[in-house]
């Protein structure tokens, strides 16, 4: 079964960076591109960045410049370096992929979460 496993959060000072990682494991299946979303309680999750096959990255208004996703050669884990933190960065942080596993659709997968806050 595949299952995306995050790492990294914690807390920051403001104007501090941070780096979380998300590794998909599991058996044999294809991904379609991969993702970070975050959400603040009270709001709905929102993207902060993507990453297709080919490379190409997609990030909201609020975090470009600051952060930058990226994936490994294998497309196996996905990473997020987020520099120059601002208090309204905090937020559980969410992986996301788009997974096929042998035989069926394309589905979306999500990490279990890991929080970051940015705080003095």
């Known amino acids: 079964q595949v299952q995306l496993v995050e790492s990294g959060g914690g807390l920051v000072s403001p104007g501090g960076s941070l780096a979380v990682s998300c590794t998909v494991s599991?058996?044999?299946?294809?991904?379609?591109?991969m993702g970070w979303y975050r959400r603040v309680p009270g709001k709905q999750r929102e993207l902060v960045a993507a990453?297709?096959?080919?490379?190409?990255?997609n990030y909201s208004d609020s975090v470009k410049g600051r952060f930058t996703i990226s994936g490994d050669n294998s497309w196996n884990a996905v990473f997020l370096q987020m520099n120059s933190l601002k208090p309204e960065d905090t937020a559980v942080y969410y992986c996301?992929?788009?997974?096929?596993?042998?035989?069926?659709?394309?589905?979306?997968?999500w990490g279990q979460g890991t929080q970051v806050t940015v705080s003095s």
């Open positions: 990453i297709t096959n080919n490379g190409d990255t």
């Open positions: 599991g058996s044999t299946f294809s991904i379609n591109g």
């Open positions: 996301h992929a788009l997974i096929r596993e042998p035989g069926s659709d394309w589905y979306d997968y």
